[in-house]
Structure formats: structure tokens, C-alpha cells
């Protein structure tokens, strides 16, 4: 099962997300952009998901692991970081995690206490 599976089973558990695209899939809640995956993204050849973050986090998780995280180009500075998925040991609960920290953030209260 290769990342961009693994990314569209974790949101069938989020009510109302969606993911559509092509080479870079959005994921969405309500028409809010929660996370992009990306393939090749500006030539890096990298394949990462990009998700939103509690303010702060992303600036530390870059520092801290910067060969599985990183700021991305334009939206870091909305909290977003980066996950790098094509490295070894990806731990799929720590994605999952993230995805829903990021539904959370984004999606209608409403919504977001459905999954707590």
C-alpha cells in the first residue's frame, strides 16, 4: 500500500473529508484545507504530506527532526509542517495523529467533537 492509500484510509474516519487531486491531493473538511500530499513537489523529488499544526509546533518539529520534518514553502507560517513519507520506519500512528490534530483545527467544532 503505498502513502497516498494509507493518508485516504486514515480520513475515512474523519466525518466529511475529503481527499481529491492528482499528483497533489488535498485533503479537506467542509472546503477547509487541512493537508496536501504531495509528490515531487517543486522538483524535490520527495513524497510528504504537509499538515496543519498547533501554532508553534511545526518551527519545533523542523529543528528537532529535520530529516522526517520540514517548513514548507508558503504555508508554514499558518502552522503548517511537512512529513517527509518517503523515509524508513514512517510510524502510521504518529500520521494519524497528526491528521487528526489537523481535522481538529480545521474542521467545525461540530464536526471536530465527533472524533473525540
Known amino acids: ?9 486514515i480520513c475515512r474516519d474523519l466525518p466529511e473529508c475529503l481527499v481529491e487531486g492528482d499528483q497533489h491531493h488535498t ?19 520527495r513524497t510528504a504530506l504537509t499538515v496543519r499544526a498547533q501554532a508553534g ?4 518539529l523542523a529543528t528537532s527532526e529535520p530529516e522526517r520534518y520540514f517548513l514548507p514553502r508558503y504555508v508554514a507560517r499558518y502552522g503548517y509542517v511537512g512529513i ?5 520506519d514512517i510510524d502510521w500512528d ?23
Open 27 to 45: 485533503v479537506r473538511v467542509r472546503g477547509k484545507t487541512m493537508a496536501w500530499h504531495t509528490v515531487n513537489e517543486h522538483g524535490d523529488g
Open 94 to 116: 504518529e500520521i494519524a495523529d497528526f491528521l487528526f490534530d489537523a481535522y481538529r483545527l480545521v474542521a467545525p467544532k461540530s464536526l471536530a467533537r465527533t472524533i473525540d
Open 1 to 9: 500500500m503505498d502513502s497516498l492509500d494509507r493518508v485516504m484510509r
Open 57 to 60: 509546533e511545526n518551527e519545533l
Open 84 to 88: 517527509y513519507l518517503d523515509v524508513a
